[in-house]
């Protein structure tokens, strides 16, 4: 099974880039964020 400590949550993300929740789903909408989604769409580290 994948370690998903080495994902981050979208409001990781969002704290890490200093940019919008709404702004990092929308990154990932246009796939220049790569994602998985796991429950809840994480992002690999």
């Not at 890490?16 to 992002?43: C, F, M, N, P």
């Amino acid at each position: 099974m994948e370690d998903l400590r080495k994902y981050l949550t979208v409001p990781e993300v969002a704290k890490k880039l200093d940019i919008t929740e709404e702004w990092v789903r929308d990154l990932i909408a246009r796939k220049e964020i790569k994602a998985v989604k796991i429950g809840q769409w994480k992002s690999s580290r």
